[in-house]
């Protein structure tokens, strides 16, 4: 499992980095850890770390389109490794404060895959729905734009498979997005 795990990572970074022209326009990449996280009924804490790859698809003036890949990982209860992985598609719309400093509301959902077997959620193909609040600063010096977001996170798998109660994650993320 964590050779696949590492497999998958770096799969997602060559794809990445093969698509430069939306890596370096505008792309934001994000961490973070679930900081509130459900308690599973075989007595333990889902509490992912997540890695993101944010990046804009199209504006409507203020309004903008975003795709995101997302990968994360958690420790099951067996002290094994359990990952999901997947896109979302969603709309932002940014608030300025000021000339360097903006406040997103951002809303998403997409398909995912993931390992995880619980009573509460099946484990394979889910679907993930993001609600986050994003702080963003520009550091003019640096030529980043530094980040930080509260995400609420919902999965399941819209009833395909049972067992579907789905899992709930609350993440704290830190994000970089340099521009050239």
Same mark, same amino acid.
């Given at each position: 499992?964590? !050779?696949?795990?590492? #497999?998958?990572? #770096?799969? %997602? ?10 890596? *370096? ?11 509130? !996280? ?6 333990? /804490? ?5 890695? &993101? ?6 504006? %409507?003036?203020? #309004? ?6 997302? /990968? ?8 094994? %490794?359990? *990952?999901?992985?997947? &896109? ?8 300025? &404060?000021?000339?360097?400093? =903006? ?8 398909? !995912? /895959? ?5 009573? =509460? ?5 889910? %679907? ?8 963003? =600063? ?15 996170? !919902? ?24 521009? &050239?």
């Amino acid at each position: 499992m964590k !050779h696949f795990t590492l #497999l998958f990572f #770096l799969l %997602f970074l060559v794809l990445n980095i093969n698509a430069q022209e939306q890596l *370096f326009k505008g792309s934001t990449w994000s961490f973070g850890r679930s900081i509130i !996280h459900e308690q599973m009924p075989e007595d333990y /804490y889902y509490q992912p770390i997540s890695i &993101l790859g944010n990046f804009p698809v199209h504006e %409507f003036g203020k #309004l903008g389109i975003y795709g995101e890949y997302q /990968y994360a990982q958690a420790t099951n209860i067996n002290n094994q %490794f359990d *990952f999901e992985f997947g &896109l979302n598609m969603g709309l932002r719309y940014p608030i300025s &404060l000021n000339a360097t400093t =903006h406040l997103l509301a951002i809303v998403g959902a997409g398909p !995912h /895959y993931v390992t995880i077997q619980t009573r =509460h959620q099946a484990s394979g193909f889910i %679907f993930s729905d993001n609600f986050e609040l994003n702080l963003r =600063h520009y550091a003019k010096d640096l030529g980043t734009t530094l980040q930080l977001s509260a995400r609420f996170r !919902h999965i399941s798998n819209a009833g395909f498979k049972s067992p579907n109660r789905g899992i709930d994650n609350f993440f704290l993320l830190f994000g970089v997005e340099h521009r &050239l």
